[in-house]
């Protein structure tokens, strides 16, 4: 079993910015991608970014592409997400994910 704990979500304005965590267990954190979706009300979970296992290698959804920016740290088990000239339209729970497993999700809410 793999625990994924998202933080660092949170209520900001419109341009702000906010950085996202999730911290995983297990010694093989390393050896997978990992990603950040997101879902609005209403809406599917949709793409956000992901990041290869050592970090190489990213990508992006074209609606965040220049505003936000994965990374990890292996030694600390943790990815991030550091999330930039956020829109309201960027409101939603974000969710960290491993192949295979979910965390449990953090609100992010963009005020215009």
């Known amino acids: 079993q793999v625990q994924l704990v998202e933080s660092g979500g949170g209520l900001v304005q419109a341009g702000g910015s906010l950085r996202l965590s999730c911290a995983a267990e297990g010694r093989t954190f390393s050896l997978y991608t990992m990603g950040w979706f997101r879902q609005a009300p209403g809406k599917e979970r949709e793409f956000v970014a992901a990041i290869t296992s050592s970090g190489g290698s990213t990508n992006y959804a074209d609606s965040v592409k220049g505003r936000f920016t994965i990374s990890r740290d292996n030694a600390k088990f943790t990815v991030y997400l550091q999330m930039n000239s956020l829109k309201p339209e960027d409101t939603a729970v974000y969710y960290c994910?491993?192949?295979?497993?979910w965390g449990q999700g953090t609100q992010v809410t963009v005020s215009s």
């Open positions: 994910r491993r192949q295979g497993y």
